[in-house]
């Protein structure tokens, strides 16, 4: 698979670098220094990555990070400035419509008419994308029963819930059944139960299908994802499997190490009495709890004997420890350590993108 020069480390990399391509095994899409420009404003700049067929691959970065904007290109809805993209070995500029029959696209808001109902809707979608005459209503019966529309079949789709809406959105994705699935934000507006009906879908898609997930939300990636591409200001900043992404962390924070405190609130005598700890570089405090305790995550340098020092400071300053216990890195530790550098780069919290990008 493409790999970014930085890929065994989490440093942010020079915005002049573009990851060499390895040509071994093909893989079903291709990102290849593809740049996208609105006007003078730079939402994508010389992003190359790949994804295995079968691949559940999670795309994330912060807001106006370019994720939108590179789903968009990808699905070709728009072309890219520089670069090219390939599925299937196609190049999506030189055979558009070729390409189009091969992928599933759900944007963050479903392209949906309201005043269809579902199976209507769905039918008028699946001729759309070439579905023979003779299949349409097997493949329609397909897609209801995958994104679990059974009750909602005959319902018009502007009385649906935002629920049911992002499943018509899913189920109109999905019912040409494309090499391809472009999933932008897919469980936004559902209730928990939807979210976890959802990801247990991609799962089962894994496999059959090649699937890229644009997500805000961490934990669905963690669970749901083969594979993580994070993107900050437009720019490849990682590319890994969540447990690899999450081990490299741990390896670059070597020397360093994040203690979870459980004492009395208020938290000032505490957090005083831990920042005067030798070593110690952050002490941020959770919310109080109705026991009126608390929990703060400290962050200091060196090994574990670290926590003996932290331990005699906060009794020696008269607050009482109710838990101290080592934490390890998540992926969210990953995505913040690399966004945060960016922003700090950029001096704010946003590429710059467009406004319209997520």
Known sequence: MPRHPGDQSLRVPNATESPPLETAVEP????????????????????????????????????????????RVITGFMPPSEGRVLVGGLDIAESPLEVRRRIGYLPENPPLYPEMEVTAFLEFAARLRGVPKGRVQPAVARAIERCALGEAREHIIGKLSRGYRQRVGLAQALVHEPELLVLDEPTAGLDPKQIHETRKLIRTLAGERTVVLSTHILPEVAV???????????RLRAEDTPEGLVARLGAAQRGRGTWEIETAAPADAAEAALRAVPGV??????????????????????????????????????????????????????????????????????????????
């Open 224 to 234: 749901t994802c083969d594979r993580v591409v994070i993107i900050a200001g437009g």
């Open 28 to 71: 079903l899409v291709l990102v290849d220094r593809v740049s996208k420009r609105y006007g003078k404003t730079r939402a994508v700049a010389d992003l190359t990555f790949g994804v295995a067929k079968g691949e559940v691959l999670g795309f994330l970065g912060p807001n106006g990070a370019g994720k939108t904007t590179t789903m």
């Open 281 to 358: 570089a952050r002490v941020e405090a959770g919310p109080e709890t109705a026991e009126r305790t608390l929990v703060l995550q400290v962050e200091a340098a060196g090994d574990r004997s670290v926590a003996t020092d932290l331990a005699r400071a906060l009794l020696e300053a008269g607050c009482p420890l109710y838990g101290l216990r080592r934490g390890g890195a998540s992926l969210e530790d990953v995505f913040l350590a690399l966004t945060t550098k960016e922003a700090e780069a950029n001096g704010t919290g946003t590429s710059g993108a467009s406004e319209q990008d997520s």
